[in-house]
């Protein structure tokens, strides 16, 4: 079966950085679009980046400049390096395939 599994969220300060990763499975990874959604307290869930087969990428306004997704096709992974973090970038962080499977979700907390 289908498997996304998130890790590295955690608390940091302003101005932070963290990288996350999504370890995927049971499905042929290279042929599929991935994204990191977020979803804050109170908050609908929000697309924050995509990177397509292509590897091209896309990026919420609110995060460009600031995050960085990327794949590797040989570990079945998507990553989001995140830099300059701000408090309202705390969130629950989902990784998603194809607009269809997801992961559990990675808590970051960005606050002094």
């Known amino acids: 079966q289908v498997q996304l599994v998130e890790s590295g969220g955690g608390l940091v300060q302003p101005g932070g950085s963290l990288r996350l990763s999504c370890v995927a499975s049971?499905?042929?990874?290279?042929?599929?679009?991935m994204r990191w959604y977020r979803q804050a307290p109170g908050k609908e869930r929000e697309l924050v980046a995509a990177?397509?087969?292509?590897?091209?990428?896309t990026y919420a306004d609110s995060v460009k400049g600031r995050f960085t997704i990327s794949r590797d096709n040989a570990k079945n992974a998507v990553y989001l390096q995140m830099n300059s973090l701000k408090p309202e970038d705390t969130a629950i962080y989902y990784c998603?395939?194809?607009?269809?499977?997801w992961g559990q979700g990675t808590q970051v907390t960005v606050s002094s």
């Open positions: 998603n395939a194809a607009r269809t499977w």
């Open positions: 049971g499905f042929t990874f290279s042929n599929y679009a």
């Open positions: 990177v397509s087969v292509g590897v091209q990428t």
